[in-house]
Structures are given as structure tokens and as C-alpha cells.
């Protein structure tokens, strides 16, 4: 059993929080050639976008992300009060020295000492860079995990879809291979009919006959295509039971087999091949566009 073939589209959403903090995180995907990733977040935690960015190429492997983070503030924010000593001592002397030195009355308190520039200074014991990228690291890793799960559904889906489209596709290159030897004997009783009619009697050289449809029919091959065809189809079934990333390997098949049908549609010179022709081309356009859907 291999792993499981994921589509690119997909949406996960999950949130976390500490006694500080709340990160809500929503990331969305769909198909893209490569892993195209757009991360829109608070400015102030912007210095763990690299972080963000990193966590996603662990879990996906292409697709355009949008990835949406919102903060809330939910707990008291810790202060705390410091008191600058020196600095105090400093004001308390120079007081002391303009009484001294003018004969002033020193009417200094100790709400004015407070309200002098510098004595106080209020700092936030914020979080530190580690312990935020926990909380979001959290909310981050559970929304992908969301996502990953419902890509991974999608995936299932697509693979049946594109099973059943290539079990058709094997269907109709039967019918071809089946309709060729009838449209050769067609041609012969076709030709043989005018020669007799043109020479008027039944003695018709049929070596002649036999080297005319010979021609006619090298035209008309189409079996190196059929077989080539067959072949695709199994590598195609093949790569989506291995699973993973096959995106690219399975868009690359598809239009290999899309070259196929062209060959067998521009040799058909018959309306019954050319309908199935069509009919493959049909469903090799529909492969083609749910594999862009594969990562």
C-alpha cells in the first residue's frame, strides 16, 4: 500500500492559546506548479514568518498556501516597577546643596522625588520569542494537520475518479484494436469489388489485391499507439497506488497519452475509430485536469 495521493485543495483552521497569548490560524490551499506560500500575520510577531514558512514545507509539497494569523491578548500583561537608587541619591544631594547654597527651605518629598524624570521606570515582562513560537507553533501544526487530513480525502476521491476515467480509456483503446482487422477486411471487400468491376470478370488478381491492402493497412496502423496507450494508462494506475507526490509525474503521463490519441485520430480513416478518438481525447482532457489537482 502506498501513501496517499493528496489534492492540493484544502482548509485547515485551529487555535491556542497560553495564559498570555491566543494565535488563531487558518491556512487554505489550492493547485499550483510549486509551493507558493502567502503568510499574513500581526506585525509585531513578524520575526517568526521564516519559523511559519518552514513548518509549512514540512507538511506540504506544492500548492499556493494562504496562510492567516490572528493574536488576541487574553491575561494581565506582567510590570514591574524599578526604582533607579543612584539616580535618586543624585536629586536628594543636589536639593540638599541648593538649600545650602541659597538658604531655601528643602521641601522636597517623596512624591516629588517620585515625579522627577528617571527615578521610575515601568518595563512589561513580555513573553519571551520562545514561548510565543509555542503557541503558535501549536495552533500552526494542528491547522495543517486539518488540512493535510481534508487533502488527503480529496485525494481519495480524485484517485477513484481517475481510476474509473482510466478503466474507460483502456475500454475504448479495445475497441480500437478490435475495430482495426474490420476496417482492413472492409477496404479489401471495397477494393476487390471495384477491380472486378473495373476489369468486368471475376479473375481478379488477387496478389495485387493482397499488396494494396497491405499498404492501405501500414497507413492505417495504429497498434504501436494502442499499445503505448495500454501502457501509459498502467503506469498512470501504478503511480497513483504509490501515492505521494505524483502531481507532476502523472500531468507529464497524461500528456504523453494525449499524444497518442492525436496519432490515432490523424491516422483514422474510419468514423467509428475517430468517434472513440474523440471519445479518448475527451477523457484524457478530464485526467488532465484533475491531475493539476494532484500535489
Known sequence: ???????????????????????????????????????????????????????????????????????????????????????????????????????????????????????????????????????LRDALDRALEMLVAARTVEGGNLKKDLIGKLDEMAGLVDQIQERYPEIISEYKERITAKIAEILADDQVDQSRIAAEVVLYADKLATDEETVRLKSHISSMKAELEKGGDVGRKLDFIAQEMNREANTILSKANDLVTADIGISLKTDIEKIREQVQNIE
Open 1 to 135: 500500500m502506498g501513501t496517499m495521493i493528496r489534492s492540493m485543495t484544502g482548509f485547515g483552521r485551529a487555535e491556542s492559546t497560553n495564559d498570555l497569548l491566543k494565535f488563531t490560524v487558518e491556512v487554505k490551499t489550492v493547485n499550483h506548479r510549486y509551493l507558493d506560500a502567502s503568510v499574513r500575520m500581526p506585525k509585531e510577531y513578524s520575526y517568526l514568518e521564516t519559523s511559519v514558512r518552514s513548518e509549512l514545507k514540512k507538511y506540504l509539497g506544492r500548492g499556493k498556501v494562504d496562510v492567516f494569523i490572528t493574536c488576541d491578548v487574553i491575561g494581565e500583561a506582567d510590570y514591574e516597577l524599578q526604582l533607579n537608587e543612584h539616580l535618586a541619591q543624585e536629586y536628594v544631594d543636589a536639593y540638599a546643596e541648593l538649600e545650602k547654597r541659597f538658604g531655601l527651605k528643602n521641601d522636597l518629598t517623596v512624591s516629588r522625588l517620585g515625579n522627577l524624570n528617571g527615578i521610575f521606570t515601568l518595563t512589561e515582562n513580555s513573553m519571551d520569542e520562545e514561548a510565543v513560537w509555542a503557541v
